[in-house]
């Protein structure tokens, strides 16, 4: 089993690369992470995961507007 360690980790890297892979792909990157994760682990949180992945995307609220 995966732990929270693993999971900030990953959202971390996919962060890194936010703005150099386009919108729709990054979202379904997030997506597939989150459902792999959660099928691990039941307690896993998606809307965290979400919310870390975007963090520094979310500070730019045109950018933010194209994830949601």
């Known amino acids: 089993m995966m732990t929270r ?3 900030v980790e990953t959202a971390n890297i996919l962060n890194k690369f936010a703005d150099e892979i386009d919108s729709k792909t990054f979202q379904d990157l997030i997506f597939e992470f989150s ?3 959660a099928s691990d682990n039941p ?3 998606e809307n965290k995961f979400w919310d870390a ?3 520094e995307i979310c ?3 045109a ?3 194209l994830l949601k």
């Open 5 to 7: 360690k693993d999971y």
């Open 35 to 37: 459902e792999w994760f």
């Open 43 to 45: 307690r896993f949180d």
């Open 53 to 55: 992945c975007t963090k």
């Open 59 to 61: 500070q730019l609220p």
């Open 63 to 65: 950018l933010h507007a």
